[in-house]
Structures are given as C-alpha cells and as structure tokens.
C-alpha cells in the first residue's frame, strides 16, 4: 500500500507539472501548487492560489510550505486508508484501490486544469 500510495503521488505530482506547463505556466518553487491541490483533492481545506504566493514570495519559505503540506497530505492518506478496509482482500482490493486511484487522478487533474486556466498568460 505504501508503495502504491508513493507511485499515486508521484503520478500526480508529475501530472499537476504538466498542466501548469501546458497553460504557461510555471510550477511553483518546490511544487507547493502540487502538494496543495493535492491535499486539496483528499478534502483538506488549502487555498492553493495562497500556497502558490507564499511558495514564490520566498524560496526558504517555499520548501518549509512544501514539507508542511507533504506531511499534511501524508497524514490525510493514512486517515482514508483506515478507513478502506476493502484494500485487505486481494482481487475486491485491487479493483477497490484501482477506482478510487482512478477518480483521486481525475479529481486532482481538474482542480489544476481550473486552477492553472486562472493563472494562464
């Protein structure tokens, strides 16, 4: 589970990169953007167009945001991965983890085509 938690974040990350690029726009330091709309897509509450500033206002300040949102984004994964029992039994898992990798993808993937379209020169 870990590794496919990893795998799903690195994934997403990259993804959250591209975007940005296909609207012109560069990541943020440190990818605060990324982690934000990640925690953003799990239901954390982060104002992602706050975290970009703060994150490019200061490049010390970028990679603090950065391990704060890792960490708070960690600690939100682990809350939803008690409480997916489902992922324990072998084939009903592999499918359970499958859809819901699945829709995590799609949801983190429109909330930055949203919020990278507002940023696009």
Request: charged share 20%.
């Amino acid at each position: 589970v870990a590794a496919d938690i990893a795998a799903l974040v690195a994934v997403n990350l990259r993804m959250v990169q591209q975007i940005a690029m296909s609207y012109g726009v560069e990541p943020a330091v440190e990818r605060v953007d990324g982690w934000a709309l990640l925690l953003s897509a799990l239901g954390g509450s982060v104002d992602v167009g706050a975290t970009r500033a703060l994150g490019s206002s200061d490049p010390a300040r970028a990679k603090e945001l950065a391990v704060r949102l890792l960490e708070e984004t960690a600690l939100t994964f682990a809350k939803r991965l008690r409480k997916q029992t489902g992922r324990a039994v072998p084939i009903v898992g592999a499918v359970f983890g499958g859809l819901s990798n699945y829709a995590f993808t799609a949801e983190v993937g429109s909330r930055a085509r949203a919020f990278y379209r507002e940023l696009a020169p």
